[in-house]
């Protein structure tokens, strides 16, 4: 009989045990996206390439925003305002695509023993994939534009890392609820793109008045756009106690989101 413990330590095993599933449904999935298409995987470049170039257009030339130095050029506001929507970008990739997780993949809930469990994570990984891109293009863009990173680009991965729990924990919770309530993909949609302009990427959170700076803390992806920005272009090492805090709330989310997905999951058949 299929093991639906909540613990931990079966997150943990079940992602391990079905590693080679998980990595071929990854390499599907991310080849998947693009089939048929005339530039197939190039698309990976184009994409954040134009969107960044609109969004810098936007608000550094219509808007004049700024990240700090009146004497800001546009081509430093324009790698800050990248390193943002990649962080941001994976998020949505993921969050968005969640509650449809099991609805896409009936078959696999009625007629073979499959490990559901598995399918945010499958989701996650091939964003990853993506973001690992946009990375690479902003790291090039970085070495034409100003020479060598710094040395903090090496901290990215204790950045990112509690950063993929907290998705991977929101993914399973909406993945469940997707199937008991089909309003909750429309819902996620509203919801991710007022956290695109509420998640201090197109501007400093020292631009707003103080009073509101609070609120603005108040949501997680602030703190992993602010340290991503941190080690990737100004150079400076994560705040201690920040990091500490997020990547135990995350592993706290990851667990939580997990647990609900195994106890709601047996329900899954029924309403499908």
């Given at each position: ?135 690479l293009v902003w790291l090039v863009a970085y070495v034409l534009l100003y020479g060598v990173p710094h040395v903090t680009v090496l901290l990215l991965p204790v950045v ?113």
């Amino acid at each position: 009989m299929y093991d639906f413990s909540t613990s931990p330590k079966a997150l943990i095993t079940s992602l391990w045990q079905y590693r080679e599933l998980i990595i071929a449904s990854t390499k599907r999935e991310v080849l998947g996206r693009y089939r048929g298409s005339v530039l197939g995987l190039l698309w990976s470049f184009f994409i954040p390439l134009f969107m960044l170039a609109v969004y810098t257009f936007v608000f550094s030339v219509v808007f004049q925003a700024r990240w700090g130095a009146e004497s800001e050029s546009r081509t430093e506001f324009a790698l800050v305002l990248f390193a943002g929507l990649i962080v941001f970008h994976l998020f949505s990739d993921c969050i968005n695509r969640a509650p449809g997780l099991i609805l896409s993949n009936v078959n696999y809930v009625k007629k073979v023993v499959f490990p559901l469990e598995t399918l945010p994570f499958i989701s996650l990984l091939a964003a990853l994939f993506h973001t690992l891109i946009s990375l690479l293009v902003w790291l090039v863009a970085y070495v034409l534009l100003y020479g060598v990173p710094h040395v903090t680009v090496l901290l990215l991965p204790v950045v990112i890392f509690p950063y993929t729990l907290f998705i991977l924990g929101l993914s399973w919770t909406l993945a469940s609820l997707g199937v008991f309530l089909r309003d909750v993909s429309q819902l996620v949609g509203v919801l991710t793109t007022v956290l695109l302009f509420m998640s201090a990427i197109f501007f400093p959170v020292s631009a707003l008045p103080e009073n509101y700076r609070l609120v603005l803390y108040l949501n997680p992806l602030v703190w992993f756009i602010k340290m991503t920005r941190d080690v990737l272009f100004w150079g400076n090492f994560p705040e201690l106690w920040p990091l500490t805090l997020c990547w135990l709330t995350s592993s706290l989310v990851a667990w939580l989101g997990f647990a609900w997905f195994q106890k709601t999951r047996k329900g899954f058949a029924d309403v499908l």
